[in-house]
């Protein structure tokens, strides 16, 4: 799935390198990337880490891992991010010590919420005050710089001598890789990186330090939830984010099949499921729509597989009344959390509650029912509502305004028989014509909400399928392109092909919707909510800001006429191996208006 091209290689070369030796502290850093299979480091260049910059380009020769300038700490680490969205494998990224991980602690919060395994390397000091500068280097030491993102984390350690690094980048690897997987962060003290080797450091062979299998249910927990699933008159399956192999793709189709379930799944995930397969019950969505509320009134066993925020989709399901049915929660998103925040979410009720990796729990349902020699109960029919009719793009009249969901729907039509990975569709969601038929057709969204993300993520999830006959394209939000676009100069500088459209509706129009929430209800009026929130007067020059980070650019794209033609030749240009670009002037509005957090009056 990651398959590395050679011609990236071929970029910032090092020079008379003769046959380097390991001989410093950080040497031993740059080793242990990688021995851990670590292929790419982005990187906002700090002299706190200059020790390991220098252990990755002269020692390693810039080779596995090779560096990925970025111009921002954020950007470094939500390239990681959205290489482990596309292949659910650990990149590596450096941030600067104090200030540069300070500016890349959103992008972590990001991750933390994507569960992106994803290992952070950072620096502080010279932890010892003898041999600081002054000023700077005691602006840039911290005596527990962990600390600021511990509570974001999985694991964060300081190793105190080069030995120590071997043992702490060995557990940042298994604490990363190990299911749930998210960032670690390991600091290096700037002065311990600059340390000559006293000796020959020994370090034992990875495959001895490697993660274990995921926790699995217990066998009467496996044998109950096979007996309701197979004795289900109506059962559906809600599946949220989940490992990114084709074989745990394989298997949650098998089950759906065995069981005649019909399935759910979420736009914030990755791809889980193919949205066409006669299962999965009407189009994926951001949220609870009517076909999940009328099969949710009708089953009498609902599965969960790690749906995101099950007990809040519970809340909103429960507006229709009780749910009836049983139901089953299997995630393992407990064992992360402490008090720090909340985005454990709400606690969602449960007949049976299994703390198990839900990827490992759909094989051993299948090896129990197997084993039972049961017949699929699937009988061949669509479950839920037929497909509603759409008017294609083509046949629509060209002076027409185009809305946020003619952009993947105008994808959709011109697609052919390409393969499009999808990294994140802005407020137009999927639409009706584009479908999700292989783990990276679609790559979901950032985990936390934070803006910014997407233009690094999108580099990232590029780099993971450079080679491999799928064409990356990223739908993005203006206001989120605004904040991150500076990371879409690491594509062109590495020459990472992608296709970047923006969903340009020249407004924060989520916020102007919550403006007129507050209006509502407090008889105010809404006819204000705009003030503070458009991005216009002066309309900024999108399509120029591309152009001059290194993509070709068209636009702004305005009438629906001019809509498939340049999809068209940015698809053409990305499998020319170009950096393309297309700035798309929308409607101000949402296909489907998010939800509200309502006063007296109101959602």
Not at 325 to 350: D, R, T, W
Not at 453 to 459: L, N
Not at 512 to 534: F, S
Request: proline content about 6%.
């Amino acid at each position: 799935m990651n398959e590395v091209t050679k011609d990236l290689k071929n970029i910032d070369r090092p020079v008379n390198l003769g046959n380097p030796q390991m001989g410093w502290a950080s040497d031993v850093a740059a080793e242990m990337l990688r021995r851990l299979g670590i292929k790419y480091i982005s990187l906002n260049p700090g002299a706190s880490y200059r020790g390991l910059h220098d252990s990755i380009v002269n020692y390693l020769g810039n080779e596995d891992p090779q560096m990925l300038i970025c111009l921002h700490e954020d950007h470094a680490v939500h390239v990681a991010q959205g290489y482990a969205k596309a292949t659910g494998e650990p990149m590596a990224c450096a941030l600067h010590s104090n200030v540069g991980l300070m500016h890349g602690l959103m992008a972590t919060f990001n991750a933390w919420c994507n569960r992106a395994p994803i290992i952070m390397m950072g620096a502080t000091g010279p932890v010892d005050a003898a041999i600081r500068r002054p000023w700077i280097d005691w602006i840039h030491t911290a005596k527990d710089q962990g600390a600021l993102l511990r509570n974001f984390t999985k694991w964060d350690d300081e190793p105190r001598s080069a030995e120590a690094i071997v043992e702490t980048m060995y557990r940042a690897n298994q604490m990363a890789r190990s299911e749930p997987p998210g960032p670690v962060y390991v600091c290096l003290d700037a002065g311990l990186q600059e340390d000559a080797l006293d000796g020959e450091i020994t370090i034992p062979d990875a495959s001895r330090f490697k993660p274990s299998d995921a926790p699995r249910a217990s066998e009467n927990a496996v044998k109950e939830v096979a007996d309701l699933l197979m004795g289900a008159k109506s059962a559906i399956i809600m599946i949220g984010r989940s490992g990114r192999s084709q074989e745990t793709w394989d298997n949650r189709v098998k089950l759906a099949e065995l069981t005649g379930a019909g399935v759910f799944t979420n736009l914030r995930n990755a791809a889980v499921f193919p949205s066409s397969h006669l299962l999965h019950v009407g189009r994926p969505a951001g949220g609870v729509n009517p076909p999940m509320r009328e099969a949710v009134n009708k089953a009498d066993v609902i599965l969960s597989l790690n749906w995101l925020d099950f007990g809040g989709t519970q809340r909103l399901l429960k507006r229709d009344g009780d749910i009836k049915g049983k139901i089953i929660h299997c995630s393992m998103e407990q064992s992360v959390h402490n008090g720090y925040g909340m985005e454990l979410f709400e606690l969602p009720e449960a007949d049976i509650n299994i703390t198990a990796d839900h990827d490992a729990f759909v094989g051993q349902l299948l090896a129990e029912i197997a084993k039972r020699g049961a017949a699929s109960k699937w009988d061949g029919k669509r479950a839920g509502p037929e497909p509603a009719a759409y008017e294609p793009i083509a046949n629509r009249d060209a002076g027409m305004n185009i809305e946020p969901a003619d952009i993947v729907t105008a994808l959709a039509e011109v697609q052919g028989g390409r393969k499009i990975s999808l990294n994140r569709v802005a407020s137009g969601g999927m639409g009706p014509a584009y479908e999700i038929t292989d783990p990276l057709s679609y790559l979901g969204h950032d985990g936390g909400g934070g803006l910014a993300s997407g233009p690094g993520t999108s580099v990232g999830a590029a780099l993971a399928v450079k080679g491999t006959g799928w064409l990356p394209v990223a739908v993005l939000g203006d206001g989120d392109f605004m904040q991150g676009n500076t990371a879409l100069w690491t594509a062109a500088k590495y020459r990472i092909p992608m296709l970047v459209i923006i969903s340009n509706n020249r407004s924060n129009f989520n916020d102007e919707l919550h403006q007129e929430t507050v209006a509502k209800d407090r008889d105010r009026p809404v006819e204000n909510r705009w003030i503070g929130m458009r991005i216009s007067e002066p309309d900024i020059k999108l399509s120029n800001l591309a152009k001059s980070l290194g993509f070709e650019s068209q636009g702004p794209i305005e009438k629906m006429g001019d809509l498939l033609p340049a999809i068209e030749k940015g698809l053409k240009a990305v499998e020319d191996g170009k950096c393309h670009f297309i700035d798309v002037h929308v409607s101000t509005g949402y296909a489907v208006p998010p939800l509200m957090r309502g006063g007296s009056k109101g959602e």
